[in-house]
């Protein structure tokens, strides 16, 4: 049996004999060849030495500030390239008379090593209003890299706009520039429409948007386009207007490219003060759901009323291994509540969000780090840690939302009025499997997790440890109308509380384990359906101390949950109770065992900590230092290994139970 886990990369003969070729077609095609025209030794404008120049050319800008615009037109000035001797002693300034650089219909144009600066969008002309320092309009195989584009204004695209173009923005400042009018103001630092390449290297940096109408995209505004966008700095960029979205970074109706490893940073718009992803409207014929990749990603210290890091409406976009880290949903406006300090999702019923860290991060009203908006979503193996809320510290998940959460670990999380790791409410029917609720608090009701109005969840095989909330309000879980199913649990509370408080409910509560409670439950009018496998035993933790809630080989808590088949553990066996019992809890054991696997031979599994992955059946994790794989397969339970022991081969290293018992993950 083959299986491939990753694609490999090797340079051979092949390789070089195909770069040799691609040499060979450029210097036959006559790509970058020409003449050298120094400004202003030759020519005493850039425009004149534009004008001169023929395909291939290079123009070579001494130091100096040349106060013009400069407008490249047409087929004739193919492979043209300016090239500044430094942005910081070679400037491009109109002097607020008209745009900088205007690239129409000409292809393969670079510009490097240039300021432009104080460039003003005109009003007539080639797009009228678009991109005050750069505009790129019909052109393709553009480079713009090592520039500083800086104290630019324009309707649309303050410091660059490109449309119906193919470009590279690499290597650039991008500061302090506006896009502002009357009505509206979009893209305060950079504005692409209809635009593919790449936008990497960059700083976004104090760019601004404003108008009464729109206002989205401070720092990048992106429209029916989908360049990879990677490696990015976007710090204190504000959209501001009736609708500013997307302080740092706004989406809309774009599909099919990556956001990776950008660093959003102090960031604020109205909805999304890091990043903004927006789809069509469903009034359109064909809405659609923008889906971009976002991954690796940091988003801190932002801004907004709703998603203070991200916010998602008509999104579909996998949102993997990114950092959420002290942003804010503050922004009050009058007549609307705030949620999502990390990110909000807003009707979006497909995206994933899994194997992020969201810490410390704050809402005023709902989820201080995620907040689950008419949405279902797929939550999964994220940390949310430290969060702060009115409702629903770690998350919350109303109205009519039904996402499946799983293989989370909710910890130290606050809501000062309900529900300090979760709130569900309002007709919501989340599954919520496998997670860890640890040391969450509420000044109300729920220190775990608070049910409401009309919703059913299920809440199947998590582990709950020492959750506080207000005595007779529910020191676990609190449920308010509401029909929860309440299975295979770990109920390890604070004695100061009841675990469970039920008001005015119908809660099914079957093979729950409970310890260190005030008392099982609470009943408030409401319909409590047990049975005999329920039960009050300590459920002997492996070390609390070091949040390992593993079960020792003798809890009683192993094997004791519902016996229906399909509850059983991966191996096969009845279901145990908690976050690592049940079919759910296959990744969590797999990480586990990844984890000890790291410990005990650094030297073969290394760096410790690297991220896991699923493919297919497969649940993985790749080993830079040495180059190797360790996954497990779902299909087999089995564990195998690729990389240099190996030969490079796969090897199946053996049923993964018995593996999970020598490192104690099972």
């Given at each position: 049996?083959?299986?491939?886990?990753?694609?490999?990369?090797?340079?051979?003969?092949?390789?070089?004999?195909?770069?040799?070729?691609?040499?060979?077609?450029?210097?036959?095609?006559?790509v970058?060849?020409?003449?050298?025209?120094?400004?202003?030794?030759?020519?005493?404008?850039?425009?004149?030495?534009?004008?001169?120049?023929?395909?291939?050319?290079?123009?070579s800008?001494?130091?100096?500030?040349?106060?013009?615009?400069?407008?490249?037109?047409?087929?004739?000035?193919?492979?043209?390239?300016?090239q500044?001797?430094?942005p910081?002693?070679?400037?491009?300034?109109?002097?607020?008379?008209?745009?900088?650089?205007?690239?129409?219909?000409?292809?393969?144009?670079?510009?490097?090593?240039?300021?432009?600066?104080?460039?003003?969008?005109?009003?007539?002309?080639?797009?009228?209003?678009?991109?005050?320092?750069?505009?790129?309009?019909?052109?393709?195989?553009?480079?713009?890299?090592?520039?500083?584009?800086?104290n630019?204004?324009?309707?649309?695209?303050?410091?660059f706009?490109?449309?119906?173009?193919t470009?590279?923005?690499?290597?650039?400042?991008?500061?302090?520039?506006?896009?502002?009018?009357?009505?509206?103001?979009?893209?305060?630092?950079?504005?692409?429409?209809?635009?593919?390449g790449?936008?990497?290297?960059?700083?976004?940096?104090n760019?601004?948007?404003?108008?009464?109408?729109?206002?989205?995209?401070?720092?990048?505004?992106?429209?029916?386009?989908?360049?990879?966008?990677?490696?990015?700095?976007?710090?204190?960029?504000?959209?501001?207007?009736a609708?500013?979205?997307?302080?740092?970074?706004?989406?809309?109706?774009?599909?099919?490219?990556?956001?990776?490893?950008?660093?959003f940073?102090g960031?604020?718009?109205?909805?999304?003060?890091?990043?903004?992803?927006?789809?069509?409207?469903?009034?359109?014929?064909h809405?659609?759901?923008?889906?971009?990749t976002?991954?690796?990603?940091?988003?801190?210290?932002?801004?907004?009323?709703?998603?203070?890091?991200?916010?998602?409406?008509?999104?579909?976009?996998?949102?993997?291994?990114?950092?959420?880290?002290?942003n804010?949903?503050?922004?009050?406006?009058?007549?609307?509540?705030?949620?999502?300090?990390?990110?909000?999702?807003?009707?979006?019923?497909?995206?994933?969000?899994?194997?992020?860290?969201?810490?410390?991060n704050?809402?005023?009203?709902?989820?201080?780090?995620?907040?689950?908006?008419?949405?279902?979503?797929?939550?999964?193996?994220?940390?949310?840690?430290?969060?702060q809320?009115?409702?629903?510290?770690?998350i919350?998940?109303?109205?009519?939302?039904?996402?499946?959460?799983?293989?989370?670990?909710?910890?130290?999380?606050?809501?000062?009025?309900?529900?300090?790791?979760?709130?569900?409410?309002?007709?919501?029917?989340?599954?919520?499997?496998?997670?860890?609720?640890?040391?969450?608090?509420?000044?109300?009701?729920?220190?775990?997790?608070?049910?409401?109005?009309?919703?059913?969840?299920?809440?199947?095989?998590?582990?709950?440890?020492?959750?506080r909330?207000?005595?007779?309000?529910?020191?676990?879980?609190?449920?308010?109308?509401?029909?929860?199913?309440?299975?295979?649990?770990?109920?390890?509370?604070?004695?100061?509380?009841?675990?469970?408080?039920?008001?005015?409910?119908?809660?099914?509560?079957?093979?729950?384990?409970?310890?260190?409670?005030?008392?099982?439950?609470?009943?408030?009018?409401?319909?409590?359906?047990?049975?005999a496998?329920?039960?009050?035993?300590?459920?002997?933790?492996?070390?609390?101390?070091?949040?390992?809630?593993?079960?020792?080989?003798?809890?009683?808590?192993?094997?004791?949950?519902?016996?229906?088949?399909?509850?059983?553990?991966?191996?096969?066996?009845?279901?145990?109770?908690?976050?690592?019992?049940?079919?759910?809890?296959?990744?969590?054991?797999?990480?586990?065992?990844?984890?000890?696997?790291?410990?005990?031979?650094?030297?073969?599994?290394?760096?410790?900590?690297?991220?896991?992955?699923?493919?297919?059946?497969?649940?993985?994790?790749?080993?830079?230092?040495?180059?190797?794989?360790?996954?497990?397969?779902?299909?087999?339970?089995?564990?195998?290994?690729?990389?240099?022991?190996?030969?490079?081969?796969?090897?199946?290293?053996?049923?993964?139970?018995?593996?999970?018992?020598?490192?104690?993950?099972?």
């Amino acid at each position: 049996m083959k299986i491939q886990f990753a694609e490999k990369i090797r340079f051979g003969s092949l390789s070089v004999l195909r770069l040799a070729v691609l040499i060979t077609f450029c210097l036959n095609e006559g790509v970058a060849l020409g003449r050298t025209i120094v400004v202003p030794t030759e020519f005493a404008t850039i425009q004149g030495a534009v004008d001169a120049a023929t395909t291939g050319d290079v123009i070579s800008i001494q130091p100096g500030t040349y106060r013009e615009s400069v407008t490249i037109l047409g087929g004739g000035k193919a492979g043209i390239s300016l090239q500044g001797s430094n942005p910081a002693t070679t400037i491009l300034n109109p002097g607020g008379t008209g745009r900088g650089i205007s690239i129409l219909v000409a292809n393969n144009v670079s510009i490097s090593n240039l300021t432009i600066t104080g460039g003003v969008a005109p009003a007539s002309g080639y797009s009228p209003g678009f991109g005050g320092g750069i505009l790129v309009d019909g052109s393709n195989n553009i480079t713009i890299s090592s520039c500083v584009i800086s104290n630019n204004s324009a309707t649309i695209g303050g410091g660059f706009a490109s449309l119906n173009s193919t470009v590279t923005l690499t290597g650039n400042t991008i500061n302090g520039n506006r896009a502002a009018s009357a009505t509206d103001g979009q893209g305060g630092g950079a504005f692409m429409y209809l635009t593919h390449g790449q936008v990497s290297n960059n700083v976004f940096s104090n760019n601004t948007t404003s108008g009464p109408n729109m206002g989205p995209g401070g720092g990048l505004f992106l429209q029916k386009s989908n360049p990879s966008v990677s490696s990015n700095t976007f710090s204190g960029n504000q959209a501001s207007g009736a609708q500013h979205y997307g302080g740092g970074l706004y989406i809309y109706d774009s599909t099919d490219f990556t956001v990776s490893e950008n660093t959003f940073d102090g960031n604020k718009g109205l909805d999304g003060g890091g990043m903004a992803i927006i789809g069509t409207d469903i009034v359109y014929a064909h809405p659609t759901y923008s889906n971009p990749t976002v991954t690796g990603n940091i988003f801190s210290r932002n801004d907004a009323r709703w998603g203070g890091g991200l916010y998602g409406w008509h999104m579909s976009s996998r949102i993997t291994n990114n950092i959420f880290s002290q942003n804010t949903a503050g922004l009050r406006v009058p007549g609307f509540l705030s949620g999502g300090g990390g990110i909000l999702f807003d009707e979006s019923p497909d995206a994933v969000f899994a194997a992020n860290i969201v810490t410390d991060n704050t809402a005023l009203d709902w989820g201080g780090g995620i907040n689950v908006y008419k949405s279902s979503p797929t939550i999964s193996r994220n940390t949310v840690s430290r969060n702060q809320s009115g409702n629903g510290g770690g998350i919350a998940i109303t109205p009519d939302s039904d996402p499946a959460v799983s293989g989370n670990a909710f910890t130290d999380n606050i809501a000062t009025q309900n529900g300090g790791g979760m709130i569900i409410g309002d007709n919501s029917n989340a599954i919520v499997k496998n997670n860890l609720f640890a040391r969450n608090r509420a000044t109300d009701s729920g220190g775990g997790i608070v049910v409401f109005s009309a919703s059913s969840p299920q809440i199947i095989n998590n582990t709950f440890f020492s959750n506080r909330g207000q005595e007779n309000w529910g020191g676990t879980v609190r449920t308010d109308s509401s029909s929860p199913t309440l299975m295979n649990n770990v109920f390890y509370g604070v004695a100061a509380a009841e675990a469970i408080s039920a008001n005015a409910s119908t809660v099914q509560l079957l093979y729950n384990d409970f310890w260190n409670n005030k008392s099982n439950y609470l009943n408030l009018s409401s319909i409590i359906s047990q049975d005999a496998g329920n039960r009050t035993l300590d459920p002997k933790f492996a070390d609390v101390t070091k949040d390992n809630f593993l079960l020792h080989s003798s809890s009683p808590a192993r094997n004791a949950g519902n016996p229906n088949a399909s509850y059983n553990n991966p191996d096969g066996t009845r279901n145990t109770l908690g976050m690592y019992g049940g079919p759910g809890a296959f990744t969590l054991q797999s990480d586990c065992f990844f984890g000890w696997a790291e410990r005990t031979h650094p030297s073969v599994f290394g760096p410790a900590g690297t991220t896991s992955n699923l493919s297919a059946t497969f649940h993985y994790r790749y080993y830079s230092q040495t180059n190797a794989f360790l996954a497990t397969n779902s299909a087999d339970n089995h564990l195998y290994y690729l990389g240099p022991l190996s030969g490079d081969s796969i090897f199946d290293a053996g049923t993964l139970s018995s593996w999970l018992a020598t490192a104690g993950c099972q």
